[in-house]
């Protein structure tokens, strides 16, 4: 489905932009001749239907053809943050044991690392260099001298492989199918309009269920444009940057590409808006804003309208089902704080603790039941059952709607904490801290932020007579943890406050 969703723009629209990287622009034309070739590569090397792939790759060109080329063959794609650490990183490899690894020359040596611990034949692929024992992108796609289309292969099983944080203390994997992704992108493209005459710009993580869907798909399966953010390169190596240091280039790329949609996380949209009053902008092309990964508060809300005459929309989604609900209100000024109604062909109810269907105003936990849906989490059966019933999906989250069927997210019952647009499981943290000679017990909740939604913060408890400090707790999570997990406060305690029954009490923490 997704294939021939990329052929049908191909054909009609074979020298349109298709993707926009820096100075490079790919055409359909181009973009799907290099699926082909790549899909032809990796099957040369022995990827073959159902084989998973994964891609620890920063927003690139590479990044989508290796994940159109993987759904050609039906082979399964695992998009994998690539500021992950080496024990992170290693855990996503071990579960869903990939048959290759699509990477940058900056995280080579780390995943050679992890190949060798976890002793698994695991093809390294290098899009941007060659190394010794790798395998280089672009010899692997097989140039052809005609251009002729192929008819788009038959697909079945699962394309992708997700992780969704939760209460368990690891991360879950879901599957979804080309015919879940084909629903979503279907369903958002109903709802806000996307089609060939958008330019959508990407500057959210496409290994992220937000910019996978709402970026990339979104864009290559309607005919529209996707324009990226580049890399910043320091002497030629790819670096990070905090954010504010992107701000002038992409207002810099929302003029002159011409953008009309904008998917973004509230910290995103604080920063834009954050811009010197004087300074002129002129997004007359962009039509759609939408945050997405956090709630967005009203002072974000009216700053960037303030600023720009444009509303950010609020989303609501998630990694077992996409996008659910986005508002899209002519007036927002009395339901800003509302994700809107649900997305063409999606239903969403509100759920008592007797999975009963709850009145207008009542606030109970969000169910979602759509085409998009997954069909559960892999080799928990258990958890599926609770999670997962007729058709419909208890998300967790706690919701209520108003008599016009908008959605308010009020809460969560589970212990996710959304830190800078990203689902953090306090649980994981949790369980490294207390890995940590020195360390008897740590607890992890969110501590509330105007701008970033909230930061972490971990309660410790040390072991009898052990001394340490906070930096040397800092260092001991950056060696084993990416940036937006490391808990940014860290409080000593001589004891965790617990109830009678011995349940720890997070709220006494915060």
Known sequence: MLEELLLKNAQQYPLKTAIVYDKLRISYEELYIKVRGLSKGLGAIGIRQGDCIALILPNCPEFAIAFYATAKINAIALPLNHLFKEEEISYYISDSKPKAIITDLKRVELCRNIIAKIDQNIELIIVDGIEPSTRYFYDLIVTEETKNYENATSESGSVLY???SGSTGKPKRIGKTQHNLYHEVKNFAATTNVNSTDNILCIVPLYHAHGLGNCLLAAISNGATLVILEQVLQQGNPVEVPFIFRRQRILELLQSEKVTILPAIPYIFNILADIASDLEVGLSSLRLCFSAGNFLNKEIFDKFLTRFKIPIRQLYGCTEAGSISINLDTNMENTYDSVGIPMKNVQVKILSDAEEELPVGKIGEVAIKSEALTSGYYNMPELNQQAFKDGWFLTGDLGKK?????????????????TGGYK????????ILTTHPSIQEAVVVGVKQDDIGEIIKAAIVTKEGAKIEEKEIV????ERMTEFKIPKIIEFREEIPKSALGKILRKDLI
Do not use: W
């Open 162 to 164: 997700q992780y969704s």
């Open 402 to 418: 108003d008599n016009n069927s908008h959605l308010y997210i009020t809460g969560r019952k589970k212990l996710l904490i959304d």
């Open 424 to 431: 953090v499981d306090p649980l994981e943290i949790e369980a």
């Open 475 to 478: 260092l001991f999570c950056k």
